[in-house]
C-alpha cells in the first residue's frame, strides 16, 4: 500500500532521514520508536507530502505518487494525520471537530456520534474546546482521525497526556481499525504500549531505520536479568560472548541456541548472581529503545 | 466536499469577534454618517441661484476693467450679460414667478452661453470665477434629467441624494479599502496556526481559495447594504424623502449623464462588490506571499497610495493609476477622471479594468500553488505552507 524509496531530508549539513526506503501494507500498525528530534515527524511530513524530500519517491497502492496536486488529493483522500491538540480552535466543540473530518473525508457525519460515544466523549464533546483539559483534548485528536477513517492513518504522539483507562480505550479502538483493515503508524513514546497492538517498530536513528521489530513472530529468546556495572565487570568473562549489556543495567543471554540442560544451567548460573528478579523471553520495544537511544 | 469545507469556514467566520466588529462597524457607520452629516442643511436652489448671480455680477466688475474695443472682450461681454440677464431670470421663476418649465430652459440656455465663453477662452474672466466646463455639463444633464422625467426643480429627495451621495464618497475609497482588507487579513494565513488540522484535506487549493473568497465576500457585501439600507431609512425618514427617481450625475464618456438615484446605487454596489473581490484576492495574494496579516494591510495601503507617491515625486506613472479605480465614488463622479488628469476614466473603463486586475490576481494565485508542485528541493527539503 505504501512504499517509501530512498528518502532523504536534509538541511544543508544536518541529515534528517539519511536515504529511508520502507514498504507497508494495509491491516498494519506500524511503531515509530525514537527520542525527540530524530525524524519521526519528518518522516509523517514526507508521506503526507507537507514536506518535499531532497531525494526519493513515496508511492500509494503501487503508481500513485506526489507528482501533481490532483494526485495529491487522490493520495489524500486515503490519508488522513493525527492533529496536535495545540492545533484545535478553541471557540468550537469538540463534535464541530469531529464534523469536520467526518465530512471532508467520508462526506457525511452520521457516524460522528457513534464514535463519540465510543470514547465516552459524551459528557463534554459538545462543549468548547477551549473547556478540556489536556487528556479530552487528545481524545479528540483520535476522534477526529477515527472519523476521518482513511485507510492509512499517521498518528504522531497518540498517547499524549492520557492517563491509563484512556490509552487503553485508545489501544482498543487502534486494534479494532487494524481489524478493519487500515494501516496506521504510531510513533509514541509509550513502548510496552506499543507491544499491545503493533506488528512492526522500526527504530530510527540517525536519519534510517537501524531496527526492524517484528512482533509476535521472533524466536530469539532471552534470559534476563539486571546487573550493576560493578558487578557486570566481575562477571562478565563467564558470559556467553553474544550476551547484551543493555543501558549499563539490564543483562540478556541469548538462548535460542541452547538445548534444554544448557538453559538451565545457566538459570542456576545466574540465579546465584541477579539483584532482582530474572525473566525468560523476547526483547521488548522498551529493552530495544534503550539499547539503541541509551548512549543518547 | 467544497461545499462542507464552506460550511466549516463560515463557521470559523461567525466565531471570529474581528468578523463581528466589522459586521457592526458596517452596520452603523452610515447611520452614524447621516446623523451627523444631516445637522448641516443642503444651500436652497434659491441661495444657490443667488450665489451664482453674484458671482456673476464680480465678472462685470472684471470685464468693465477690460477694453471693450477688442473684440474677443467684447463679445464675451455680450454673453455674459446674456448668462446674467437668464440667472435674474431663474430667480424670479424660482420665486414669484413659479415657472419650473422656464427656469430649466433659462439653465439650459445659460449652459448653451457659458459653453460658448469657454470655446471663446474666457477672455477678460478671471480663473477663480470661471465656471468649470464640468460643472457647466454637469448642470446641463442635471436639468435634461429634470426636464425628461417631469420632475420639480426642488425637492427633499434631492437633499436625500444629496446624503446618500455624500455618505457613499465617505466610504468610498480609502476607508473601504481597510475595512476589506481587514476582514480578509488572515483568511489564508490563519491556518498555520492550526496546521495540523487544516493540512491534508482532500480539497484543491484553488476550490479552498474559492470558498474562502465566497464567504467573506457574501460577509462584507451583505453587511455593506445592510448597513446602508439602516443608514438610508433613517436619512428618509428624517426628510420625509425616499424617491429614487430623483437625478444623480455620472461622469461617462467625457461627459455627464443624469442617472435615476436607484440606478446610481446599483451601479455604485456593483462596483464595490467587484472592489471587494480584487482586495479579498490581494488578500489571498499577499497571504501567500508574505505569510503574515499586518503585512496584507500595510502593503495593501501602500498599493493604495503608491500613484499619490509617485505624483508627489514628479514621476509620471499612469500604470499605476488603475489602483486608485477602487474609490467606485470618484470614479462615477468623474473627480478621479479630473484628478489623473484622464478623461477616459468612466465606470465602464474601471470596472473592466478591476475585472482584468481581479482575474490577473486569480491567475497569479493558481501560478503560485502550482509552481509549488513543480519546484525541486535542491538545498533544503519545500515546506508546503498551506
Redesign the interface.
Known sequence: MLKLENVT????DKVVLDNLSLTAESGEIIGLVAPNGTGKTTLF??I???????KGNVTFQGNLQY????K???I??Q??????QG???E??TGV??M??YA???K?TSKHVKEIYEQLHMEGYVKKKVKTYSLGMRQRLCFA?IAAADTPMMLMDEVMNGLDVANVSLISNHLMKMKQDGKLIFVASHLLSNLDLYADRVLYLKGGDIIHEQTMNKTTDEYIKFELAPEQYKKVAYMLPEDHLYIANHLCCIPISNMDTDEQKEWVVKLAAIKEKELTIGPLGTAEFYEKYYHED | ?FW??T??ET??LL??RKSWFVAVFLLVIFALFFMYYSQDEPVSLKDKKRAETNTSYAVFEYLDLQRHDLPEVAEVYNYHTQIQSLLGMQLWYIGNGDDSDQYIENGLEINKLRLTVHELGNDGIPEHLIVTKEDILKEDALLHYIKDNNLPIESDSFATNHYITNALAMISGLLFLVIVLISGNEMLIYEQ?????????????MSKIYSKIMIYFTHVYSFLLLGFLVGSIYVANKFQASEFSFPVLVYKNENFIALSTGQYLFYIFLGFGLVILLLLSLSILLNMLFKNAFANILIGLGFFILPDIATAAGIHAPFLHPIKYIDMYKVLSGDLATTLGNGSIDYWNAMATLGIITLVLIGIIYAV??FA?Q?V????????AF
Not at chain 1, 531530508?9 to 544543508?12: G, L, Q
Not at chain 2, 487544516?198 to 480539497?203: A, I
Not at chain 2, 528541493?377 to 508546503?384: A, C, G
Open positions: 531530508v536534509k538541511y544543508k511530513n514526507v503526507s507530502n507537507f514536506l518535499k524530500p531532497n507528482k501533481t496536486e490532483r495529491e488529493i487522490s489524500h483522500k490519508l488522513a494525520t493525527f492533529p496536535d492545533d484545535l480552535f471557540e468550537l464541530d471537530h464534523k469536520l465530512n471532508m473525508w462526506g477526529m | 466536499m462542507k469545507f460550511l466549516f463557521k470559523l466565531k471570529n496556526r492550526h496546521q495540523s488540522v487544516m493540512k491534508g484535506f482532500p480539497l484543491s487549493f500553488n502550482k508542485y519546484r528541493p535542491k538545498n533544503v527539503p519545500l515546506e508546503k
